[in-house]
């Protein structure tokens, strides 16, 4: 499998999408941020019935409350009967609020506000900081194990490639106009794994074709070596990106969006490691050209 004579293609179309993400993020003034990220309100009105979603939008723009998305949660008896508002904006008052449960309790007589808290500065900026921390000390700890396991530039790779996995997967969230809750994190955190899993796998072959045959040019041993973590790691990537798909088709909109979101991460973790990991490497080692000695067959 040749890959290293065409690491500027793959250069270019990791660029263009990463562009393609800047552009989208400028024109639109930012990702599509979560309540988490820009502050507001979130409000439960609980009917204690199901509901017709119309009646809890038309009670809604009655009070002065437009344009906030609407989402239904399910109590133990899985009956439609709690109405979830987050409104990214201040100007969702206790008066605009009181307004919509009148509205809406003339029509559901049992209805109540089970959940009405308002998210400030101090919450976003802990809501930010917690996945924020966790991914950069989890990042910290990789690259110093990859230091300890393989050598230095091997090390420096994995981190390279896993922050390419990461820029990538926000550039199709911002492409996608995805919405970056909290949860995205963890989705980031899960695609970061695996990326990290795919290069681990890569590079402890490299290091295992290097410690029998120390001679062969490191291109030499790229090339050898990504047939065989392909085929060793190809269902894995398969089966999570099917289950993620199926969870897409057949879970709660919310549900569905982030696992769109982890089957896209994947992907682009499989692409990072059969075409990108590779060519970063031998940048690293510059030892693109064959060495004289000897050479895997």
Same mark, same amino acid.
């Given at each position: 499998?040749?890959?290293?004579?065409?690491?500027?293609?793959?250069?270019?179309?990791?660029?263009?999408?990463?562009?393609?993400?800047?552009?989208?993020?400028?024109l639109c003034n930012g990702f599509n941020l979560g309540i988490e990220f820009t502050g507001g309100r979130i409000i439960a009105f609980d009917t204690a019935v199901e509901f017709?979603?119309?009646?809890?939008?038309?009670?809604?723009?009655?009070?002065?409350?437009?344009?906030?998305?609407?989402?239904?949660?399910?109590?133990?008896?899985?009956?439609?009967?709690?109405?979830?508002?987050?409104?990214?904006?201040?100007?969702?008052?206790?008066?605009?609020?009181?307004?919509?449960?009148?509205?809406?309790?003339?029509?559901?007589?049992?209805?109540?506000?089970?959940?009405?808290?308002?998210?400030?500065?101090?919450?976003?900026?802990?809501?930010? $900081?917690?996945? +924020?921390?966790? &991914?950069?000390? =989890? %990042?910290?700890?990789?690259? @110093? /194990? *990859?230091?300890?396991?393989?050598?230095?530039?091997?090390?420096?790779?994995?981190?390279?490639?896993?922050?390419?996995?990461?820029?990538?997967?926000?550039?199709?969230?911002?492409?996608?106009?995805?919405?970056?809750?909290?949860?995205?994190?963890?989705?980031?955190?899960?695609?970061?794994?695996?990326?990290?899993?795919?290069?681990?796998?890569?590079?402890?072959?490299?290091?295992?074709?290097?410690?029998?045959?120390?001679?062969?040019?490191?291109?030499?041993?790229?090339?050898?070596?990504?047939?065989?973590?392909?085929?060793?790691?190809?269902?894995?990537?398969?089966?999570?990106?099917?289950?993620?798909?199926?969870?897409?088709?057949?879970?709660?909109?919310?549900?569905?969006?982030?696992? $769109?979101?982890? +089957?896209?991460? &994947?992907?682009? =973790? %499989?692409?990072?490691?059969? @075409? /990108? *990991?590779?060519?970063v490497y031998i940048k690293l080692t510059g030892t693109n050209k064959q060495k004289p000695k000897e050479a895997l067959s």
């Open positions: 499998m040749s890959v290293i004579k065409n690491t500027k293609l793959y250069i270019l179309i990791s660029a263009l999408i990463i562009i393609a993400g800047i552009v989208v993020t400028l017709n979603p119309k009646d809890i939008t038309d009670a809604l723009n009655k009070s002065g409350i437009k344009g906030v998305p609407l989402q239904i949660a399910f109590n133990d008896q899985t009956i439609k009967s709690v109405a979830i508002l987050k409104a990214k904006t201040q100007n969702v008052t206790d008066e605009k609020i009181n307004a919509a449960y009148e509205i809406i309790k003339s029509k559901y007589t049992q209805t109540e506000i089970k959940y009405n808290e308002v998210i400030g500065q101090t919450a976003r900026l802990r809501w930010f $900081l917690t996945p +924020a921390v966790a &991914i950069i000390v =989890s %990042v910290a700890i990789v690259f @110093v /194990f *990859a230091l300890v396991y393989f050598k230095q530039k091997i090390a420096l790779t994995i981190l390279i490639c896993l922050v390419h996995d990461i820029i990538l997967l926000l550039a199709v969230a911002a492409i996608t106009r995805h919405e970056i809750t909290s949860d995205f994190a963890i989705v980031i955190m899960a695609v970061a794994a695996f990326s990290i899993y795919l290069n681990f796998a890569l590079f402890a072959k490299v290091k295992e074709h290097l410690k029998h045959r120390p001679n062969t040019s490191d291109k030499n041993v790229i090339e050898k070596s990504l047939p065989e973590t392909i085929n060793y790691l190809k269902y894995p990537a398969a089966s999570l990106i099917l289950v993620a798909l199926v969870l897409a088709l057949l879970a709660q909109p919310m549900i569905s969006g982030l696992a $769109l979101v982890f +089957a896209a991460g &994947i992907a682009i =973790s %499989v692409y990072s490691n059969i @075409v /990108f *990991a590779g060519p």
